[in-house]
């Protein structure tokens, strides 16, 4: 059980977990956290495809954000793949079961099963398991399997005790973040999906304890990367005997000094994101600047004009037409539509046909980021020129 287990930490690690709850703080209450909280979707893509069986280098950030654009302007029809739209809509389920989650006054084991359920509701196995489960080894039985779960009947009491856990404060947000995961994962509660419900519930326990607004780190991409010392942390936490144990103590500070290592990467790598990102949208308004100038017109917009209210906007919605942009600046339409061609004949975004009469603009340059970054978080140095990807990420962008 975990509500009430002994916790000892030793004073190195629990300033450890200080130091990288502060880095968190910081950037989740900087500006540019707004544009990383829209930016951060596009990361979850893997999230999305962990459990949907689809191809995920065929389906690229931006047809994901051309399904998304559909969703909301339902004359956009073209520029997307149907894998894309489920995506979209993998991932928008998953942002908001996590909220929602993250929400509630009272988390009970129906709640996780309704994050379950939202998130693989395709899944037949819906509920607790029934049956027994383990990971590795073969099909038929689990005798040379690498883990193997509580048996059946401690699932129900081991998930109403996590639930109790969850919904208490003893434990900062990052060691709460740490031990909800490993012990959910370690209860594998459900037939399928657990890996990805235990990813979401990083970012329940983050938002819920007012670390983070939203799911802005890309915590489960560093884990996935290092893919190692997360199984050998998970195998270190799930120690034999007692809980006051020098085995248990030790177990769990393995775990919690790898769980703590891989957030402290995300933020950062989040962090240097953010300021690329900055220094984009600077890019931005200097060529606005450089093409009034050429056309004879005040070379900065006003700060309450559809122009830069889009500039804002665009690293958080890297697409728009003229009828999504509307509403996402509270602009009139021709406002809206007379501020994207002229963001489009500028340079900063691109057109692109989505339907007969319906133009989509699209900020190119948000995406060969994303590329990168995706690339990045997949390298063992986190900086492709020092090691490649150690898995599979999209292309690079060309030229």
Same mark, same amino acid.
């Given at each position: 059980?975990l ?5 000892t930490i030793?004073?190195e690690l ?9 880095k968190v703080?910081?950037?989740a ?17 893997s999230e999305?495809?962990a ?14 954000a051309?399904?998304e ?8 029809t ?8 489920l995506?979209?809509?993998n ?8 909220t929602a989650?993250?929400?509630s006054t009272?988390?009970?084991v ?10 693989l ?7 607790l398991?029934?049956?027994?489960n383990?990971?590795g ?20 009491p ?6 109790a ?5 003893v ?5 709460q ?10 209860i594998h ?24 607004p939203?799911a802005i ?14 199984v ?11 809980s006051?144990?020098?085995?248990a ?5 393995a775990?919690? *000094?790898?769980? +703590?290592?891989a957030?402290? &990467?995300?933020?950062e ?7 690329? #990102?900055? %220094? =984009?949208?600077e890019q931005?308004?200097d060529?606005?600047a450089?093409y009034?100038q050429?056309?004879?017109?005040r070379?900065?917009?006003r ?7 889009l ?11 003229a ?12 406002s ?7 963001l489009?004949? *500028?340079?900063? +975004?691109s057109?692109?046909? &989505?339907?007969r ?8 340059? #948000?995406? %060969? =980021?994303?590329t ?28």
């Amino acid at each position: 059980m975990l509500a009430d287990r002994p916790l000892t930490i030793a004073p190195e690690l629990s300033r450890h977990a200080h130091e990288v709850e502060t880095k968190v703080r910081l950037l989740a209450t900087s500006p540019r956290s707004r544009s990383l909280a829209g930016l951060a979707r596009f990361l979850l893509r893997s999230e999305a495809l962990a459990s949907s069986k689809i191809e995920g280098l065929q389906v690229s950030a931006q047809h994901v954000a051309l399904a998304e654009l559909a969703d909301n302007d339902a004359s956009v029809t073209r520029g997307f793949t149907k894998n894309a739209a489920l995506v979209a809509n993998n991932i928008a389920t998953l942002r908001q079961a996590t909220t929602a989650l993250a929400g509630s006054t009272a988390i009970g084991v129906s709640s996780i099963d309704g994050l379950h359920k939202a998130l693989l509701p395709e899944d037949k196995y819906q509920g607790l398991r029934k049956v027994q489960n383990w990971i590795g080894g073969n099909n038929w039985n689990p005798l040379d399997a690498e883990f193997v779960p509580p048996p059946v009947d401690h699932v129900q009491p081991l998930m109403d005790d996590l639930c109790a856990y969850l919904c208490g404060g003893v434990h900062a947000p990052l060691v709460q973040a740490a031990l909800v995961h490993a012990q959910f994962e370690t209860i594998h509660p459900y037939a399928d999906g657990n890996g990805r419900v235990g990813r979401a519930l990083i970012h329940t326990v983050l938002v819920k304890r007012g670390l983070t607004p939203a799911a802005i780190l890309p915590i489960s991409m560093v884990l996935l990367t290092r893919s190692q010392e997360y199984v050998d942390g998970l195998t270190a936490y799930r120690y034999l005997g007692s809980s006051t144990s020098s085995d248990a103590r030790d177990g769990v500070s393995a775990w919690l *000094a790898a769980f +703590l290592d891989a957030v402290s &990467v995300a933020t950062e790598q989040a962090d240097q994101f953010s300021h690329v #990102v900055e %220094e =984009l949208t600077e890019q931005w308004h200097d060529r606005l600047a450089a093409y009034r100038q050429g056309h004879n017109i005040r070379s900065q917009p006003r700060a309450d004009s559809a122009q830069a209210k889009l500039l804002l906007a665009l690293p958080e919605i890297p697409v728009l037409t003229a009828r999504t942009a509307e509403n996402a600046v509270s602009v009139s339409f021709t406002s809206a539509r007379a501020a994207l061609e002229e963001l489009a004949e *500028a340079k900063i +975004l691109s057109r692109k046909q &989505v339907d007969r009469g319906t133009t989509a603009y699209l900020a190119t340059e #948000v995406f %060969e =980021l994303l590329t990168f970054a995706e690339r990045a978080l997949a390298s063992a140095h986190w900086d492709t020129l020092k090691s490649k990807p150690l898995r599979a990420v999209p292309a690079g962008p060309q030229g």
